[in-house]
């Protein structure tokens, strides 16, 4: 098979009540995708034995590999090796070998052997045992029709270790013949999602191999390229640097790299210093850029400002300014932004005023929110009309502030 | 039916590759069991069209209500409303509402509707369109042999919009005959999850049908009370006080109350307002109350410093205190609540100076923060030791400066 199909199934009640949030698996993923063997499909099934049954055998037909975790525990509700067994239409068996671990582990721990555990050396007749030293349950292989079925515990625990140890090096003989595969993840704002796509949707039709993935985590967008093959690295790196060219300024990062990084990285390549003074934002401009080590090089001061009176006293905002034009206003934020960077010595400032709601003001709609950027020769605002709720409304704000700056620094750098 | 199954299924590769945890389910999943309709199944299927029909075709013979999430986006990998028309056998067509409310978003905020928007508006013949105030994606309903299908965008703030207000009404019909169930759920800070545990665990034995769960999103560690049957509301009713006798002040809020809330609710209450002094929180404190709309009745202002030079200049700190305890310690944070609490007129202050990390420094280890809280007559600081990482660790500084202060006006008023 040119792509193996791998495909994960998690069991348990309390996956499928909201309670546990299965991480897993994610986990796992990542690791899977590192491999070439991305997961194509995931299911998580309750404690319950007909719908267990009828997922296995929907995998046998499916998929390459089926890893399955959970319900291998003491207690009734562990199903997962008999539904196994009946899956497979075979008995169960004792295990020897897992029944004599057991015991051993639990009289290390001052207990007898319960009844409930001996059901956990119970394996389907013809499966491979694997023994788990991270607790009771076994790990077990079983064919199945299509599919290389590998069962483990779901306590992450005995999960994280058993994938490492045993999982992946035993998957990694067919990972070496899946094809190489690269991605890089472009991340921008500034671009609706659509004006992205547009941008970048012809380029597999010039990269052979290339796919385009998006996704949106407001405010920013992403763009992931992959590629496929033999000369999936060459490919990649020229489809990134024609899809930087088209992007511009609105793509700031790649991979792992942020915002916060970016804007940071931007101020000490031009060895410019911030403060900032923040009134819809409150704190979180600077909370953003301080997310990055080392901020303490470039961030010189903050203020947050939420009253006409704060900005008056602590940036020096004139209380008439205020009075004609409304806090919530161009003017303001530019007194503000001005204010700032005088009180804290620094080479730039940005500031905010705004609405995020719920109410509004008598005259403008929640989302109205003006930022500045002040520097030693400049002044200038900008209005801004964000959607969303208050902390949608609140986190674009802070984004539009700094990238007028890191926009700002870039243009005049090149 | 006795039981009406209900499953979910998620669509694109961002949940199978590891790099997006589908956190919208296990809310979703909380919501249903609250309704009486716990789910039986959850896929996660990638971008691929086939996968996706096969999907749904399964859940139209195995569940009478499926909920699809994601895919309906502008983008070339947005397939879900094509693969539900191909599913059901129909035709994909132009809804003219959809058309006109995309178009009416879009110039909104000054852009044109592009050939990916107007895809957005196509959906499958038969189906019920419910207009999506949160974004452009439609919502639609389709039936399919047994299943009633609901289709909804996978973003979070139109997902949880969307099944708040149209798909939760939409099925509480099919709930009524479900039994009685009513949860409530306890969030504290400053208790181990070990401790929240011996302190509750032995409530089921006391009231009849209550179980316990726990859940921990840090700092906060919540416990969420559980009751079945007709007295399911009374017996909530004494187990919640009864619990909430044994936390004391470690509860600060009920159900989707949060710390914030909290917080200003306190101030408020007492007629206090509050000035925040930040270093290693860097503005984390002031944006998190912020969160809470009507804070600016007490937030009166705050101020970022992140270096010796700022806390001097900004807000007073004795350059000698400094020098003598470094910028690290007790004293510095007592002075800086004392300087915002003064500068900013406010009733309070709370400051913060700590080591986050990646690097440390000679005298401390990464996680050492001091908070100190100031009003009129006092001052005070404390020294803590937070495990985790910088972005865990500000957080714990965070509401650790603002625990101090609530407690403070807690215990004032009794």
Redesign the interface.
Known sequence: VANTRVELIATGDE???????D?NS??????L?ALGL?????????D?HP?IVA?LR?AAEDSDVAIVSGGLGPTSDDLTAACAADAAGVELRLDPATLKSIEARLSARGFPLSSNNRKQALVPTGATIFANRFGTAPMFELPLRRARFFFLPGVPREFFGLVEEILLPALSGLAATAPLRRTKVLKTYGL???????KL?DLPSLFPGLS?????T?PENHA?LTTVGTTAADNLKAATVEARRRLGLNCFAEDESTFSAAVVATLLAHGATLA?A?SI???????????T?G??KV?????????D??KH??LGVPRELIAKHGAVSGPVAEAMAVGARE???ASYAVATTGLA???GDAHHPIGTVFTALASESNVCSIGH?F??????I?EFAAYAALDVLRRDLLTRSS
Do not use: C, H
């Open positions: 996956l499928l009540n909201g309670s546990v949030v991480t994610p986990w796992l993923m990542e690791r995708v991305p997961v194509w499909r995931k299911t998580i099934i309750g319950d719908a997922a929907l609706p999602e659509s004006q992205l796509d547009q949707n385009l993935g998006y996704r949106t407001l992931k900032v923040e934002t409150a704190g979180r401009i600077a909370s953003l850029i301080a997310e080590p901020v303490s961030l010189r001061g903050g203020f947050v400002t939420y009253t009176e704060t006293a602590l009180r804290a010595g709601g719920p109410e009309r959607p969303g709720d208050r902390a949608g609140r």
